[in-house]
């Protein structure tokens, strides 16, 4: 198989039509007609991912954040940023990057997490869009964040223990912050992984609790007065399973790809408490 066959897989079913306005997803660096016969998954592409791929002889990444955003003037070996392009022409390895379009999927980004938190959990829940539904809209089309309905009230305290084996699973030490008494009831959850903190925070009527990631200070206090909790799990906690959900979504179709999702990135941040 070649680019052309994975990205028009990956495509058919997270349309770049659902892609926000100011997204640069799709395929970025390299060339459709190359032959592939393996691809590593991740969520960031950083020099380290890069030098994972190209010592494990990959011939495409597909990753969830865009390499690429704004116009590059040059690029050149030695700059910070286009340098890795320089680095992924160099090797010969093709690069598409899959994201708000894959935010909005109800199987993507925000289905992977709350699938995953609400089996650790152990309890049944219904994912549904944050705005209102259009009767002609694809049915498995999310849009940005959702509704978490559970079957059976939780709280924030364990809301947030089963969150962080979640994260932990997954090979994030992010650090979960959560924001409200931890004996609060929980049954209905606005969630944006990634920075979806100013959408979920604008949904909070009815709502128990809020997941995201990169909330901040005077917000969350807002948040806390309008009634809705906080549970935090970090920006790369929120979205890090995107590796392992694009490789075993490519592994369905392509069954004598290798795909490998990335062993080499991890958050930015980390704790002491945590180590
Ligand atoms: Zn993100």
Same mark, same amino acid.
Request: with cysteine; net charge negative.
């Given at each position: 198989?070649?680019?052309?066959?994975?990205?028009?897989?990956?495509?058919?079913?997270?349309?770049?039509?659902?892609?926000?306005?100011?997204?640069?997803?799709?395929? /970025?660096?390299?060339?459709?007609?190359?032959?592939?016969?393996?691809?590593?998954?991740?969520?960031?592409?950083?020099?380290?991912?890069?030098?994972?791929?190209?010592?494990?002889?990959?011939?495409?990444?597909?990753?969830?954040?865009?390499?690429?955003?704004?116009?590059?003037?040059?690029?050149?070996?030695?700059?910070?940023?286009?340098?890795?392009?320089?680095? /992924?022409?160099?090797?010969?390895?093709? $690069?598409?990057?899959?994201?708000?379009?894959?935010?909005?999927?109800?199987?993507?980004?925000?289905?992977?997490?709350?699938?995953?938190?609400?089996?650790?959990?152990?309890?049944?829940?219904?994912?549904?869009?944050?705005?209102?539904?259009?009767?002609?809209?694809?049915?498995?089309?999310?849009? $940005? !964040?959702?509704?978490?309905? /559970?079957?059976?009230?939780?709280?924030?305290?364990?809301?947030?223990?089963?969150?962080?084996?979640?994260?932990?699973?997954?090979?994030?030490?992010?650090?979960?912050?959560?924001? !409200?008494?931890?004996?609060?009831?929980?049954?209905?959850?606005?969630?944006?992984?990634?920075?979806?903190?100013?959408?979920?925070?604008?949904?909070?009527? !009815?709502?128990?609790? $809020?997941?995201?990631?990169?909330?901040?200070?005077?917000?969350?206090?807002?948040?806390?007065?309008?009634?809705?909790?906080?549970?935090?799990?970090?920006?790369?906690?929120?979205?890090?399973?995107?590796?392992?959900?694009?490789?075993?979504?490519?592994?369905?179709?392509?069954?004598?790809?290798?795909?490998?999702?990335?062993?080499?990135?991890?958050?930015?941040?980390?704790?002491?408490?945590?180590?």
């Amino acid at each position: 198989m070649n680019v052309s066959d994975i990205i028009s897989y990956i495509e058919e079913h997270f349309p770049l039509s659902w892609a926000e306005s100011w997204d640069n997803a799709g395929f /970025l660096v390299g060339d459709k007609s190359q032959r592939i016969t393996k691809v590593l998954t991740c969520l960031d592409i950083t020099d380290e991912v890069v030098n994972e791929a190209i010592e494990k002889k990959c011939e495409m990444i597909v990753s969830h954040h865009p390499l690429i955003f704004s116009g590059l003037k040059r690029v050149v070996a030695s700059d910070f940023s286009s340098g890795i392009v320089y680095k /992924l022409i160099k090797n010969s390895i093709s $690069v598409a990057c899959y994201h708000t379009n894959v935010d909005a999927a109800i199987d993507g980004t925000n289905g992977e997490f709350v699938s995953r938190l609400c089996e650790e959990l152990k309890i049944s829940y219904d994912l549904s869009s944050i705005h209102a539904k259009k009767d002609d809209e694809d049915p498995r089309y999310l849009g $940005v !964040g959702g509704i978490i309905t /559970l079957s059976e009230e939780t709280n924030l305290s364990s809301l947030s223990k089963c969150a962080h084996k979640v994260l932990r699973d997954a090979g994030s030490v992010d650090v979960i912050r959560c924001a !409200g008494a931890p004996e609060t009831p929980i049954k209905k959850i606005a969630i944006c992984t990634g920075s979806g903190f100013s959408v979920v925070s604008k949904v909070v009527a !009815g709502v128990d609790c $809020v997941i995201t990631g990169d909330s901040k200070y005077h917000e969350t206090q807002t948040l806390l007065k309008r009634g809705a909790c906080l549970c935090d799990c970090g920006h790369h906690g929120t979205e890090i399973m995107f590796r392992e959900m694009m490789a075993s979504f490519l592994k369905k179709k392509f069954a004598s790809l290798e795909i490998l999702p990335s062993s080499s990135e991890d958050s930015v941040f980390w704790s002491e408490m945590d180590k």
